[in-house]
């Protein structure tokens, strides 16, 4: 069974930065290709950067996102500066597959990101 347990969202004024993290546990390794995703109210779940033998963002966030990852700690990252009122959603992390939107099935509770406009 994996278990994905975001943390460090927040209320963030517009400029502002967060750093959110990932714990993940069980059968899977965050060695593996990794992503970030959000789900902003009333929105389609989004891929916002996904982690492999490289790096890649979305275009809305490009220059301001930053995935990263710990193996040793099981924990994937992800920096977020210049804050925008567009970036508010619930951010999760899993697995990343090029298919994500109907393939990954089990999720975390996610983590809450607020920027007021």
């Known amino acids: 069974q994996v278990q994905l347990v975001e943390s460090g969202g927040g209320l963030v004024q517009s400029g502002g930065s967060l750093k959110l993290s990932c714990a993940v546990s069980?059968?899977?390794?965050?060695?593996?290709?990794m992503g970030w995703y959000r789900q902003a109210p009333g929105k389609e779940r989004e891929l916002v950067a996904f982690?492999?033998?490289?790096?890649n963002y979305a275009d809305s966030v490009k220059g301001r996102f930053t995935i990263s990852r710990d193996v040793a700690k099981s924990t994937v990252y992800l920096q977020m500066n210049s804050l925008k009122p567009e970036d508010t959603a619930v951010y999760y992390c899993?697995?990343?597959?090029?298919?994500?939107?109907?393939?990954?099935?089990?999720w975390g509770r996610g983590t809450q990101v607020t920027v007021p406009s």
């Open positions: 069980g059968s899977i390794s965050v060695f593996g290709p």
């Open positions: 982690i492999a033998s490289g790096t």
């Open positions: 899993n697995l990343y597959r090029t298919n994500w939107s109907t393939s990954l099935k089990n």
